[in-house]
Each structure stands twice: as structure tokens, then as C-alpha cells.
């Protein structure tokens, strides 16, 4: 519709098919009550004059609005991937999304704030950074459900990948790669930080490496990258983990742009599996969590809350599973060799 046009009604339907717009109303409802000459001619007007029914309204006069609340952080791309899945998810179980945006100049609360206001029936959140305390006195007023962040209060679902047994994955392939200097990058006060941090400490203590072991300041960003993979330069391992796939980005590019051989003189396993790690000039080793499966676990729970039934458990734990590119190859390698199994099937 062009700026500043008025927007086609139900009564401008009715008046240029010559019926009452209770008739109309039949029609465009798909109820019984109206011949068929008549339901064609309203349906052709419909079609002609642009009329889209207002399914929002709709149901709000009903007593419902089927709205699910979403709360995402721009800067993470894993965000943006993981909303393909809900809207998929939300669409199978018939409710709508309605997103509000984390940016560097919008915190949580602000965001939350938003949705409280378009009565929606549940809100979905990805990776909160709003205290407990708030979250449980949301969840008191309509069902939370949180991703990828573990939250122990009754009163709120949790839906999340085991981070802990991500981290020993990428460890275990390094290390069958024969690396022994492994470090790992950290998340900062990212979500999934401590778990992803602890799981390395786990398989590096369990392989007789923890004297070798090396946590290097990181965060959630390709800035964060580049500054661990500085730090890193003094003196290099021949391995590293690193806290998500964009944060990887960051350091791969410092690396290469010192000398360093990727994977050569040095093999990179990022994590979350994004969307551009699977570019041809990225080809990033990582742990891959199941979207699919994370979004239909969330659109479930959120609709199980809502309409009154029973959920078995508050707290959901995904496994996450290692997929293998060309950013590792075993210690020592010639340029070019590629090591490790085939890549599984690729989404």
C-alpha cells in the first residue's frame, strides 16, 4: 500500500460487492451462509481492491492474540539462525512472533518492556542477561522460556545445548589430532562462558594435559578475537577452542595477518555453527548446536504453558555434536593436508 493511502476495510469490500458487511464478513471467514455467486463476487472484489483480513484482530476479540514473545541480541549471529527455526516452529503450532531487539543502545529490560505491552501469551528469550529474580516475577504473570542459559527457578523452562560436553568435543578432536598446546579462548560474561570454559578444563585434565592448559581473556565478538589472538602471538599453541564462531573470526584474521598458517601452524574449532562459518573462505571447524530441535523444544514448552499441560521437566539439555572443516588438521602438518574424518551432511 503507498504511503499515506488508507487501508482497504471490510466495509469498503461489502459496499463495492453490493452485500452487507456482516455478508462479507461470512465470506472472508470462509463460514457457511452465503451462495456461492455471492461468495465468489465478494472474494474477486477482495482480490481487486487489495483486502487482507486483520488475523490479529481477530483473535484478540476472541480473548487470545497467539503471540509469542521474543527477546534476541542483534550483534550474535547465532541469534538471527536460530529465529529461522522458531519462526518455523511458531508456524507449526499456529501462534505468531513478535520480536524485540537487544542492540548496543537497547539493554533486556528495555526489550522485555516492549513485549509486555503486545499481549503476547509467552515470551521466549535467547540468552537473558535479566537477573533471576525479574525473570521469575515475569514468568509469575505469563510462561518464560529461556534459551541457551540455564536458569534454576521453578517457575521458568530452559531450553539449552550442553556447552560443557561441546568444549570436551572440540578438545577430544584436537587432541586425536596429536595437539598437546590446546588453549581456549573465553566468553567473558557471555552466556554458555562458564560451561564452554569449564568443559575444556574437564577433557584437558582427563587427557594429563591441565599443566599445558591456557585460558586467554575473549568475549562473544570478532573484536574479542582479535585481542585473544594478540595475546596468543607471544606464544602460540598449536591449537586453540574459541568461545563462538564470531569471536573465531576475529582471531583467525589477526593470525593469518602475522604469518601463522591456518591450519598448520595452528588448528581453530569455533562454536555454535553459524550460518557464515560454512563460507568457503571461513570453512570453520566447530560445534554445532541443534537449532532445530532448540526451537521446536521452546515453541512446545511455551505452548504447553499456555494452554495448561504438563511438562516433564523444567530444564531441556541438547547434545551438540562436533562438525569438521578446514580449520584443523593434525599437529605438525604439511600445508595443505587436511585431517579428520569426512564432514557429516551440512544443513
Known amino acids: 500500500m503507498p504511503s499515506g493511502e488508507r487501508r482497504t476495510t471490510l466495509a469498503d469490500v461489502a459496499a463495492e460487492a453490493g452485500v452487507s458487511v456482516a455478508l462479507a464478513s461470512i465470506v472472508m471467514r470462509g463460514a457457511p451462509g452465503a451462495g456461492a455467486a455471492t461468495r465468489q463476487r465478494v472474494l474477486d472484489v477482495a482480490g481487486r481492491l487489495g483486502y487482507r483480513p486483520d488475523s490479529r484482530a481477530r483473535l484478540l476479540r476472541s480473548g487470545r492474540s497467539h503471540l509469542l514473545g521474543v527477546v534476541f541480541d542483534v550483534r550474535h549471529p547465532f541469534h538471527v539462525d536460530l529465529l529461522t527455526g522458531l519462526y518455523a516452529a511458531a508456524d507449526t503450532a499456529g501462534y ?67 556447552d560443557r560436553r561441546g568444549s570436551q568435543l572440540a578438545v577430544d578432536h584436537l587432541v586425536a589430532l596429536g595437539h598437546r598446546r590446546i588453549a581456549h579462548v573465553d566468553g567473558g560474561r557471555s552466556h554458555g562462558s562458564a560451561e564452554r570454559r569449564q568443559g575444556y578444563r574437564d577433557a584437558m585434565r582427563r587427557h594429563g594435559l591441565e599443566a599445558s592448559a591456557r585460558v586467554v581473556p575473549g568475549g562473544s565478538g570478532e573484536d574479542d578475537g582479535a585481542r585473544a589472538a594478540r595475546l596468543l602471538l607471544d606464544e602460540p599453541p598449536t591449537a586453540v577452542t574459541v568461545f563462538n ?83 584443523t588438521a593434525t599437529a605438525g602438518s604439511s600445508p595443505g593436508r587436511r585431517a579428520g574424518p569426512p564432514d557429516p551432511p551440512r544443513r
Open 245 to 327: 564462531d564470531l569471536c573465531a573470526t576475529g582471531l583467525l584474521d589477526v593470525v593469518r595477518r602475522h604469518g601463522l598458517r591456518v591450519p598448520d601452524d595452528l588448528s581453530v574449532v569455533g562454536y555454535d555453527d553459524t550460518a557464515f562459518s560454512r563460507l568457503a573462505h571461513i570453512d570453520l571447524t566447530t560445534v554445532a548446536q541443534d537449532i532445530d530441535t532448540m526451537a521446536a523444544q521452546a515453541i512446545t514448552r511455551a505452548v504447553a504453558r499456555i494452554e495448561g499441560t504438563p511438562v516433564a521437566h523444567r530444564e531441556v539439555l541438547l547434545p551438540p555434536r562436533l562438525v569438521v572443516r578446514g580449520t
Open 96 to 162: 505468531q512472533l513478535t520480536l524485540s531487539a537487544v542492540t548496543p543502545r537497547r539493554d533486556d529490560r528495555t526489550a522485555l518492556a516492549g513485549l509486555l505491552q503486545d499481549r503476547c501469551e509467552a515470551l521466549v528469550l535467547f540468552g537473558p542477561r535479566t537477573p533471576v529474580a525479574e525473570l521469575a516475577g515475569i514468568s509469575a504473570r505469563l510462561p518464560v522460556v529461556t534459551l541457551m542459559r540455564g536458569v534454576r527457578h521453578r517457575g521458568l523452562d530452559v531450553v539449552r545445548t550442553d
